[in-house]
């Protein structure tokens, strides 16, 4: 098993309780992109006068934490650029906040998508390139064992990958985004029970999928 997903209690205590049966994504990179990127693409109040102030505190707001996460999951800072890039255009094409139930939650959600769909491809790139494969394998074997760590990340990002959505976004926001299980029920409209029961679900599928590669 590549390591264990951390869980906090609510109570706000610095100890973290640690499960030997559960996988942790560990941070691929120790810093995050400084100063806070502003989405190039982002459209400005247009002829029509749409308002995007919204838009702008939303960055403001929430887009160090969104940074934080899409490097949780990608670990590579031009993917994690381009991620929170296309994020933050999906909400400026809205024009209008609309009657979205929460967009934070919208937010969260479109930049962990998006970043999964970085992971799919990558695993389908790899697929079909076994020559590259072997020569990172080579790498490894040479590197004192740094190769291998970030081969075991890998395996847990394409583990996260395959969850049911509704697993995913449980764990993308308590174990990648550090929430609180009420902060994650407000955001997913469950109940804090119900994403604590999601979580161990996720927990329990995803050692099954790294099992998965320490058997073959």
Known sequence: MAGRI???SDSGANAEQRSASEPRMASAATVSPQPLPRPADMPHRDADH????WLTQLI???GAGILQMLWRLLGREQDVLDAYQDCFCKLAARRRRGNLRSVRAYAYRTAANIAIEMIRVRRRRAAHRPV???ERSDTRADDGGEGESEHRLARLRDAIARLPTHLRNVVV????SRMSYSEVARMLGIEPTTARVYRHHAVVKL???LSEGDES
Request: without cysteine; negative net charge.
């Open 6 to 8: 951390h869980d906090k």
């Open 50 to 53: 749409v308002d995007l102030g």
């Open 60 to 62: 403001e707001r929430e």
């Open 132 to 134: 590259i494969a072997a």
């Open 173 to 176: 926001l308590r174990d990648l």
């Open 207 to 209: 050692a099954e999928f």
